[in-house]
């Protein structure tokens, strides 16, 4: 078993940045790929960014390249995201996800752990 522990969230006002932070725990060597996902009131469960193992392979969401960036320590089982130039269309409640398989692409249906989310909100 993961677990998965998100932080990091809170409230900014547009243009602000925030850093989110998931530490996992558990069999760590089992899950080569990283991810968050978020969800706004109301929608879809978004995938945002994920990352592979040796940071080699990311993926970025389209409402997201350029401002957002995914990385990870894995000395310290930690994956991050780095969010610049936040728009008020960010606020969701942002997850961190883990998965067994190789792809960085996978959907969310793919991803076997889930943290329990932190919320961000951004006002205009």
């Known amino acids: ?3 998965l522990v998100e932080s990091g969230g809170g ?3 547009a243009g ?3 850093r989110l932070s ?3 725990s558990g ?3 089992s899950i080569p790929v990283m991810g968050w996902f978020r969800q706004a009131p109301g929608k879809e469960r978004e995938r945002v960014a994920a990352i592979s193992w040796s940071a080699y392979s990311t993926y970025y969401a389209d409402s997201v390249k350029g401002r957002f960036t995914i990385s990870r320590d ?3 089982n930690t994956v991050y995201l780095q969010m610049n130039s936040l ?3 960010d606020t969701a409640v942002y997850y961190c ?3 067994t398989g190789p792809s960085v692409a996978a959907s969310a249906t793919r991803y076997d752990y889930w943290g329990q989310g932190t919320q961000v909100t951004v006002s205009s």
């Open 97 to 99: 996800a883990a998965k």
């Open 11 to 13: 409230m900014v006002q």
């Open 22 to 24: 998931c530490a996992a």
């Open 16 to 18: 602000d940045s925030l």
């Open 87 to 89: 728009k008020p269309e």
């Open 1 to 3: 078993q993961v677990q």
């Open 27 to 29: 069999r760590t060597f």
């Open 74 to 76: 894995n000395a310290r």
